[in-house]
C-alpha cells in the first residue's frame, strides 16, 4: 500500500526548500518581476492525494512546511512593515527640509529684490527645489504603495497558511485515529471518509489561496 502525494517541485525531506523560494520570489517582487511568486504560487498551494497507507509521515512532514512557512511570511510582513514607518519618516523629513529650504530662498529673493540677477536666480532655485520635491515625493509615493502591496500579498498569503494548517491538523487526528483505534470494517471506512473530506477541504483551501494570490499579482 502506497501513499500518493502529489507535492509539485517540494521535497518533503528538504523543509527549508519552500522558504528559500519564498524569499527568492519576495526579492523578485520587489524588482517588479512577478513570475517567481507566481511560480511559487503555482507550484505551493498544489492539491494531494492520498491512497491507503500510513498517512502521518506526508502529513506531518507537510505541516512542519506550512508551519515553517508561516513563520517566514510573518516575518516578511514585519520588515514591510519596518520599511513602511521608515518610508513615512523619509516622507515628512523630506517635507520639513524643502520646506526649510523653500523659505530660505524665498527670504533671499526678497532680500535682494531690488537686484534682478539675485531675484531671478532665486526664483529659479524655487522652482527647481519644487519640482525636486515633487519627484522626491512621487518617488517615495510609489514606493510605500508596492510594500503597502507586498504586505497586503503576504497577509493574504498567511491567511492561506493558516487554513492550510487548521486542515492538515484534522487530517492528522483522523489519520491518528485511524492507526490507533483500529476497530471493524464500517468505522474504519468512516474515519477514510473523514480523512478523505479533510483533504477535500485542505485542496480546496489551497486552490483559492492559489486564485487569490495569481489575481492579486495581476493588480501589482
Known amino acids: 500500500m502506497a501513499t500518493n502525494f502529489n507535492i509539485i517541485a517540494i521535497d518533503v525531506h528538504s523543509d ?16 517588479d518581476d512577478h ?22 509521515p506526508p502529513l506531518s512532514s507537510l505541516h512542519k512546511q506550512h ?27 523630506s517635507a520639513v527640509l524643502f520646506a526649510g529650504a523653500a523659505s530660505v530662498t524665498a527670504a533671499a529673493a526678497a532680500a535682494n529684490a531690488k537686484m534682478a540677477t539675485v531675484a ?41 497558511v493558516e487554513r492550510a494548517i487548521n486542515d492538515l491538523d484534522a487530517m492528522i487526528a483522523s489519520a491518528k485515529s485511524m492507526s490507533e483505534n483500529g476497530g471493524g470494517r464500517k468505522k474504519r471506512a468512516a474515519m477514510r471518509k473523514r480523512l478523505r473530506e479533510n483533504a477535500t477541504d485542505y485542496n480546496n483551501n489551497v ?3 492559489k486564485s487569490e494570490v495569481i489575481r492579486f499579482l495581476g493588480l501589482l
Not at 524569499?23 to 523578485?28: D, T, V
Open 16 to 31: 527549508d526548500q519552500p522558504n528559500q523560494q519564498l524569499l527568492i520570489a519576495f526579492e523578485a517582487l520587489l524588482k
Open 207 to 209: 486552490k483559492g489561496t
Open 67 to 93: 508551519h515553517m512557512l508561516r513563520e517566514t511570511l510573518q516575518s516578511v510582513r514585519k520588515n514591510c512593515g519596518t520599511r513602511l514607518d521608515h518610508l513615512d519618516t523619509h516622507k515628512k523629513l
Open 120 to 160: 531671478a536666480a532665486g526664483a529659479s532655485a524655487a522652482i527647481l527645489l519644487l519640482e525636486l520635491r515633487n519627484w522626491i515625493h512621487s518617488l517615495l509615493e510609489k514606493r510605500e504603495a508596492a510594500v503597502k502591496k507586498h504586505k497586503e500579498i503576504t497577509s493574504l498569503m498567511i491567511i492561506g
Open 35 to 56: 513570475h517567481k511568486l507566481s511560480e511559487f504560487a503555482h507550484n505551493y498551494y498544489s492539491p494531494l492525494t492520498l491512497d491507503q497507507g500510513n498517512f502521518l
